[in-house]
C-alpha cells in the first residue's frame, strides 16, 4: 500500500527527521512530497490532492492557525497533521478544533507515532466519507417510499432514534427525543395533531389523523400518520407502533376536484339558459339558477304541481319521451312564464345509477321576434345605406369587408371592387390585425362598440374617422359606420395646444407676479410646466463658478426619480457640458434634443433619460444681467416635440423666468419690508399698462371691452370713446379685420396678422396682430385677446436692409476685382521677374554648391509665393471670368476645389451657354463658390454635381450634394415659424435677387439641392 505525503515544513533537520521516522514505517510504503513554503504547498495541493498533510504552524510566508486554516479551506476532505514546538501547542489544539486530525511535538516525535497518526487520520476520513454516503442514501430512500414507521414508550414520548424521521425532517436524534419531534409539524396543524396524540394516549385508542410536515429541504407535505398500542400481557401498553404516509398528492387531488365540481356548478348557474334533472317519478333533483329564477324553487314538489299547479301530470309530456326512446328530443316550450323556450332532453345515468331526464331550455323569445323584424330590417337596411351621410362596411368575423356604401369608396379613393378584396386591417392606419381582432370580440361579447381610429385612404393619406360597430346576430357579421372626423381631430389638436399653451403662459404670468421669493417662483414654474403644459419633468439649474463648472439643480417638477443626481451636468466645453444644458449656458442660446435616443449629445445621459420616459428635451438660457446664468430644462415623453413656435414660446417663458429671478433678486436686495413688496407690485401693474404695444380685449359680438395707451395712442382716440365700439372701425379694411377674428374664434387664435390701423388724423399704422381666445372659470369664451405691433419702422428698415445689401454686395465684388487685378498685374509681375533674376544668379554661381543651395531654395520660395498669390487672386475674383467668361472660369475653380478638398465634384454645363452678363455671371460664380465652401464645411458629402441650363423659363443653375442635409432645427414644419438663417445662404438669395432672380433650397437626409433661377431669355443676354 501507497501513501502520498505533502510535507510543509522549512525546518531541513525536521525534514530528514520525519523522512526517517517514515522510512521505520514497515510494510506501509510512503511517498513524500516535501515543500519549505506554504505558497507552494496550496499550488501542489491544487495540481493533486495527497492521501495526508504534515503541516508546520511556523512557515516564513504564514504564521499560526491562519497556515492551517488556508490548507483545510483547499482540501476539506484531506486528513491534515499538525507539527508544532511546545511553545505553540495551543495554536495546535485550536487547530484541532477546526478540523485537524492530530497534532504532533516536534520534541516527542517518532516513528510509531507518525505513522498511527496518519493512518488513524486516512482511516477517520473514509469512515466520515462513508457515514455522509449512508446518510444521503437512508434519506433518498425514506423519501423514495413516503411512508415511515415509528414507535414509542407507553407515555408517547420517543426514547429512542427514528432514523426515517431524522431522514424525513432533518432533525437529530436529541432534537427529536420527548415530544421534540412534533416541532416539524406545520404550526397551524401542530396543537391540533397533539391534542389528538394526547387523547390516545390518555385513552388507549387508535391515533389516526393527518398533518404536514416540514421536510429537511423547507418544504411542507401532507401525511397520514396512524398509531396503534401494543398492550403487554395485563393488558398495560408496552408501546406505541405506528406509521406515517405521505398523501400531499392524494390531497392535491382531492382539492383538485372539489374545484373542478365547484366550477362546473358555477357554470351551470352563470348560463343564459336552464338546465335540469328530472327523476321519472316527476321530481326535480338539480335546477340551475337560471331555471330556479324563472319558475321558482320546487321543495320537493313534482315539476306539473309548481309549474302549473296541477295534481296530475301533463299528458303526453314532451320532456319523459326520453325514458321511452332512450334517445335525445327536441322540441320547443310555451312556458307558463309567458316566453318561448328551444328545449332539449337527454337520457341521463345519475351517481347512485338511477335513470334521469338532463333538459336543457333556452330563451328563444326575442329571437321570434326578431325574425319577424328581419324582414323590416332588411328593407331598412337598403334605404339606410343609400340614405347615410357615413361610410358603411358589413364584414365577417375574419374581418374580411363584405358590403360598402358608395359614401365609403369616395371616402377612401377605392372601388366598391377593390374594397371587397381587402382585410380591414389593409385599411386600418394605426391599428395592427391583433388590434382588429380585439374590437371584433368585444363586439361579440357587448354587441356594440364605438371608437376613434385612421383609416389609410388609396393615396396614401390617412384620416381621422369615428368607428361605430354592431354585432349583426343574425348573420354573425358586423355592421359598421365611418364618419370622416379629420377636420374635428385637427382641430381639437390645435385648440389643446392653443389652450394648454394660454393656461402655461397665464399659470406663469400669475406665478411671476405672486412669487414672494426666487425658490418658490422657480419651483411654480417648474410645476405649470408639468402639470398645465403636460410634460414629462421641468427643472432649473444654476451655472455655478467652481472650477469643475458645476450646474446645480435649484428647483424640479415631474418624473425625476434620481434623474437630476446622477445626471452631473456641467457647463465646461467637456463631453459631459456639450449636453443641452451646458451649451444653453455657454452660448445663450435655446438647446433642443429632438431625439434622445439618436442625438451623440445626450449619450452620456441617454441611458437614465429613457429608464424615465424622455424622448426629446430643450435647455432655455437664463439671462440675468446680459450673462447666462442658469437653464430652464423642459422633457417631453415624445419625440419631435419642440417645433420652431413652441421653442419661441419656451423662449420667451424663459426670458420671462429670467426677468422674474432678476426681479426677485432686486427686490430682495434692495428691501425686505412689505412697503418694498407693494412698490415692486406697483411698478409691474404700470409696466403692464405703460407697454408700447396695442393691447385691446374684444367682446363675442365683436365690441372693444378693454384698451391700454398703446391703442389710445395709434387711434387718437380715448379709452372712453373705445370701449363700446366695433373694433373693426378702426383698421382700413374693416373686412379683413372681422375675417380675423372669425379666424380666432375658429381656430382658437391667429398669429402675425397684418393690417393697418387708421388714425384719427388720417395716417395710416401698418401692425401685426395676434390675437387669442380668453375664457371664464368654466371654461366659456368670453372673448379674444389681441397684441398689435406696429411695424412701420421695421418695414423702413427692412426696405433700407435690401438696398443697403445690395449696394455692399456690389461693393464687395468692386472690391474684390480691384485687389484681384493689382496682384496680377503688379504684384505677380514682380515675383516673377525675382524669380527670374534668382536664375540667372543661380547660373552664375554655379561653382559655389553652398551658395547655389540657397539659391535654389530662394527660387523654390518665390515659385510657392508666386502659386499662392495666383490662388489668392482667384479666389477674390478670378481673372478667367472677366477674361473668357463664366464656363472657364467654374472649369477652373471646381479642378482647383476638388483638389484642395478631395471632394469629387461634376460639372455639367449646357454646350452653347455662351457670355451672360457680368452681374450674372458674378452672381452664379458666387452662388458655386458659397456651395461649395457649405459642402465642403457642414454637408460632409465625398461628392457633388454642379449642372447649369437655360431653358424657356431662364438660366438654372443646380448645385447638389448627397450630404446628411440642413440641420432638424431649421427644418421648417407646417404651423412653425421659418427658421433664421444663417450669413452664406442670406448672401447667395441677395445676389440673386438683385438682378431678378431667386434662389430655392430643398434639404434632406438624402442631401441638399441648391437652384438660382436667372430670369433670361433663350437669345442670351
Known amino acids: 500500500m501507497l501513501i502520498n505525503i505533502l510535507l510543509v515544513e522549512d525546518n531541513p533537520g525536521d525534514t530528514r527527521l520525519i523522512q526517517e521516522a517514515l522510512k521505520e514505517a514497515g510494510s506501509t510504503r510512503f511517498k513524500l512530497d516535501c515543500t519549505d513554503r506554504l505558497a507552494t504547498g496550496l499550488e501542489k495541493l491544487s495540481a493533486r490532492k495527497p492521501d495526508a498533510v504534515i503541516l508546520d504552524l511556523s512557515l516564513p510566508d504564514s504564521q499560526g492557525l491562519d497556515t492551517f486554516t488556508r490548507v483545510h479551506a483547499q482540501v476539506p476532505e484531506v486528513p491534515i497533521v499538525v507539527l508544532t514546538g511546545l511553545d505553540d501547542e495551543t495554536v495546535a489544539v485550536e487547530a484541532m478544533g477546526s478540523g485537524a486530525q492530530d497534532y504532533l511535538l516536534k520534541s516527542e516525535l517518532s516513528g510509531g507515532l507518525l505513522v498511527r497518526s496518519l493512518r488513524y487520520g486516512i482511516e477517520r476520513k473514509r469512515a466520515e466519507a462513508a457515514l455522509r454516503e449512508s446518510e444521503e442514501r437512508y434519506r433518498a430512500l425514506t423519501l423514495a417510499t413516503a411512508e415511515m414507521v415509528w414507535t414509542t414508550n407507553a407515555q408517547g414520548e420517543v426514547e429512542k432514534d427514528i432514523p426515517a424521521w431524522s431522514a424525513l425532517t432533518g432533525q437529530s436524534e436529541e432534537e427529536i427525543r420527548g415530544g421534540g419531534w412534533s416541532n416539524a409539524i406545520h404550526p397551524e396543524d401542530r396543537e391540533r395533531a397533539m391534542a389528538d396524540w394526547s387523547h390516545a394516549v390518555d ?28 398492550l403487554e400481557s395485563d393488558g398495560s401498553i408496552r408501546e406505541w407502533v405506528g406509521t406515517c404516509k405521505d398523501i400531499t398528492e392524494r390531497k392535491r387531488a382531492e382539492k383538485a376536484v372539489a374545484a373542478e365540481r365547484q366550477r362546473f356548478n358555477d357554470i351551470l348557474d352563470v348560463l343564459p339558459a336552464y338546465v335540469v334533472l328530472m327523476a321519472p317519478d316527476y321530481h326535480v333533483p338539480f335546477a340551475n339558477r337560471f331555471f330556479r329564477e324563472r319558475f321558482g324553487e320546487s321543495h320537493g314538489r313534482c315539476c306539473f304541481e309548481y309549474l302549473f299547479g296541477r295534481t296530475e301530470p301533463c299528458e303526453n309530456c314532451e320532456s319523459f319521451k326520453v325514458l321511452k326512446t332512450h ?31 338532463l333538459e336543457m331550455g333556452i330563451d328563444i323569445t ?66 395592427k390585425s391583433e388590434d382588429v381582432d380585439q374590437h371584433i370580440r368585444k363586439v361579440i361579447e357587448t354587441g356594440f362598440d364605438r371608437f376613434e381610429s385612421q383609416h389609410r385612404r388609396k393615396d396614401g393619406t390617412v384620416s381621422d374617422v369615428e368607428i361605430s360597430v354592431a354585432l349583426w346576430r343574425a348573420t354573425g357579421q358586423f355592421l359598421l359606420f365611418a364618419r370622416d372626423i379629420s377636420a374635428r381631430k385637427q382641430a381639437e389638436r390645435d385648440l389643446r395646444w392653443l389652450n394648454r399653451s394660454l393656461r402655461t403662459i397665464s399659470e406663469c404670468n400669475l406665478a411671476l407676479v405672486r412669487a414672494r421669493d426666487e425658490s418658490e417662483l422657480v419651483q411654480e414654474i417648474c410645476r405649470i410646466l408639468v402639470e398645465e403644459g403636460g410634460y414629462r419633468l421641468a427643472w432649473v439649474g444654476f451655472a455655478e463658478q467652481d472650477e469643475a463648472k458645476t450646474v446645480r439643480p435649484v428647483a424640479h417638477a415631474g418624473f425625476e426619480e434620481g434623474y437630476l443626481e446622477a445626471s452631473k451636468i456641467t457647463w465646461a466645453d467637456t463631453e459631459r457640458g456639450r449636453g443641452p444644458t451646458g451649451t444653453a449656458i455657454r452660448t445663450g442660446q435655446p438647446a433642443v434634443c429632438r431625439n434622445i435616443l439618436e442625438d451623440p449629445r445626450f449619450a452620456p445621459w441617454r441611458e437614465e433619460a429613457v429608464r424615465r420616459g424622455y424622448a426629446s428635451s430643450i435647455a432655455l438660457p437664463l439671462i440675468l444681467d446680459s450673462q447666462p446664468a442658469g437653464a430652464l430644462m423642459v422633457f417631453s415623453q415624445t419625440a419631435d416635440a419642440f417645433d420652431a413656435e413652441e421653442t419661441q414660446l419656451l423662449t420667451e417663458l424663459a426670458e420671462d423666468l429670467a426677468y422674474g429671478i432678476q426681479t426677485l433678486r432686486m427686490r430682495a436686495a434692495r428691501a425686505r419690508t412689505q412697503e418694498a413688496l407693494r412698490r415692486a407690485s406697483a411698478y409691474n401693474r404700470s409696466l403692464i399698462e405703460t407697454s408700447v404695444d396695442p393691447l385691446v380685449t374684444i367682446s363675442p359680438e365683436g365690441k372693444i371691452t378693454d384698451v391700454n395707451r398703446g391703442t389710445e395712442r395709434v387711434t387718437g382716440c380715448s379709452r372712453a370713446e373705445l370701449i363700446g365700439t366695433d373694433f373693426s372701425d378702426y383698421f382700413t379694411d374693416p373686412q379683413k379685420a372681422r375675417a380675423g377674428y372669425e379666424q380666432a374664434f375658429r381656430e382658437g387664435g391667429v398669429q402675425d396678422y397684418k393690417l393697418e390701423i387708421q388714425h384719427r388724423d388720417g395716417h395710416v399704422i401698418p401692425v401685426e396682430y395676434n390675437a387669442s381666445l380668453y375664457r371664464d372659470e368654466a371654461g366659456k369664451v368670453i372673448g379674444v385677446f389681441a397684441a398689435a405691433r406696429d411695424i412701420t419702422e421695421r418695414k423702413r428698415m427692412e426696405e433700407e436692409l435690401r438696398q443697403l445689401s445690395g449696394h455692399l454686395l456690389k461693393a464687395q465684388d468692386e472690391e474684390r476685382r480691384r485687389i484681384a487685378r493689382e496682384l496680377h498685374d503688379s504684384t505677380i509681375q514682380n515675383l516673377a521677374a525675382i524669380a527670374l533674376n534668382l536664375g540667372l544668379i543661380k547660373e552664375s554661381a554655379a561653382t559655389d554648391e553652398d551658395r547655389r543651395k540657397y539659391l535654389s531654395e530662394t527660387i523654390s520660395l518665390t515659385e510657392l509665393t508666386l502659386n499662392e498669390i495666383r490662388n489668392i487672386s482667384y479666389l477674390l475674383h478670378p481673372p478667367l471670368l472677366d477674361e473668357m467668361g463664366l464656363s472657364p472660369a467654374l472649369e477652373y475653380y471646381v479642378k482647383g476645389f476638388s483638389r484642395r478638398s478631395g471632394i469629387s465634384v461634376a460639372l455639367e454645363i449646357t454646350p452653347g451657354l455662351g457670355q451672360l452678363p457680368k452681374d450674372a455671371e458674378r452672381t452664379l460664380f458666387r452662388v458655386v463658390q458659397e456651395s461649395l465652401t457649405n459642402i465642403l464645411r457642414h454637408a460632409g458629402s465625398p461628392t457633388a454635381r454642379i449642372a447649369i441650363v437655360r431653358n424657356p423659363e431662364g438660366i438654372v443653375l443646380e448645385v447638389v450634394d448627397r450630404g446628411h442635409g440642413l440641420p432638424t432645427s431649421s427644418a421648417k414644419k407646417p404651423g412653425s415659424r421659418p427658421p433664421r438663417p444663417g450669413t452664406g445662404i442670406p448672401g447667395m438669395r441677395e445676389r440673386v435677387r438683385q438682378i431678378g432672380g431667386r434662389l430655392e433650397i430643398e434639404s434632406g437626409a438624402q442631401g441638399t439641392t441648391v437652384r438660382a433661377t436667372l430670369p433670361f431669355s433663350e437669345s442670351g443676354a
Not at 416540514?214 to 398509531?227: A, C, L, P
Not at 307558463?336 to 328551444?342: E, I, K, L, V
Request: proline fraction near 4%.
Open 203 to 230: 385513552t388507549r385508542t387508535l391515533y389516526d389523523t393527518a398533518y404536514r410536515v416540514r421536510r429537511y429541504d423547507g418544504e411542507y407535505r401532507y401525511f397520514s400518520v396512524r398509531g396503534v398500542p401494543v
Open 327 to 357: 334517445a335525445p328530443h327536441h322540441w320547443e316550450w310555451a312556458g307558463p312564464d309567458g316566453r318561448n323556450y328551444d328545449i332539449s332532453d337527454f337520457p341521463f345515468t345519475d351517481t347512485d345509477g338511477s335513470s334521469r331526464i
Open 366 to 431: 326575442e329571437r321570434r321576434r326578431a325574425e319577424e323584424a328581419v324582414r323590416l330590417q332588411a328593407e331598412q337596411y337598403a334605404t339606410m345605406l343609400a340614405t347615410t351621410p357615413d361610410g358603411f362596411w358589413r364584414f365577417d368575423a375574419n374581418a374580411k369587408l363584405l358590403d360598402v356604401n358608395d359614401v365609403y369608396c369616395r371616402m377612401s379613393g377605392y372601388s366598391r371592387a377593390e374594397l371587397l378584396n381587402l382585410h380591414i386591417s389593409d385599411i386600418e392606419a394605426i391599428e
